[in-house]
């Protein structure tokens, strides 16, 4: 039987069940999931937000697969006051390094934000009175390594805090009860993990 779960990964932790140093693994949150269980894709240790974990290989397929260019929207808290013309420039696809080579990003949208109601993250962002900070909402149709961090970098405002806020129409705001804290596991039916693909 296929079964899905989603999952509020918290920052600092590896988007796996195996051993890697010292780093809290999926093996640490507090749920027992079916041995079969696998996430969907990864978020790095650094970044924050929704991961879906699932032992349906067709849907699997369909999300990694770069052709079917399925959206996730992030939520990005940025060193200074994002402009709109750096909003433009994401939107039209800027020059990053993936594996030392120069490669243009595909359309996106990105758009200025106030700041979310999320969470506080842990530990929290570095405080620093003289340099302001703003968010943004950046929706990619592709997920290569590092991506939204290398972007924001490009146009000149370094991501300070990451947290992907939704995967095709399935997001955060999604949870039946309260809005989940990280480290939050809870199941939805296929029917619900269908909508990962509009």
């Given at each position: ?55 349906d290989n067709y849907l699997k397929t369909r999300l990694l697969e770069p052709k079917y260019r399925h959206e ?127």
């Open positions: 039987m296929f079964r899905y779960f989603l999952i509020y990964k918290p920052f600092g932790m590896l988007s796996q069940f195996s051993r890697e140093g010292e780093q809290p693994t999926l093996a640490d949150l507090d749920f027992k999931f079916p041995k079969d269980i696998y996430p969907v894709g990864r978020l790095d240790a650094d970044s924050e937000g929704l991961l879906l974990l699932t032992n996730r929207t992030y939520y990005v808290q940025v060193e200074g006051i994002i402009t709109q013309e750096a909003c433009t420039s994401l939107a039209e696809g800027v020059f990053v390094s993936i594996n030392g080579k120069q490669y243009r990003t595909l359309p996106a949208r990105a758009v200025p934000m106030g700041e979310p109601a999320l969470p506080d993250r842990n530990p929290p962002i570095r405080f620093r009175k003289n340099i302001p900070v703003s968010w943004l909402a950046i929706t990619l149709h592709e997920g290569k390594n590092r991506q939204v961090r290398r972007m924001t970098a490009a146009v000149g405002f370094p991501t300070l805090r990451l947290v992907r806020w939704s995967i095709g129409k399935i997001s955060l705001a999604d949870k039946k009860e309260n809005f989940p804290k990280p480290g939050d596991v809870w199941e939805v039916t296929a029917k619900e993990a269908r909508d990962f693909l509009k």
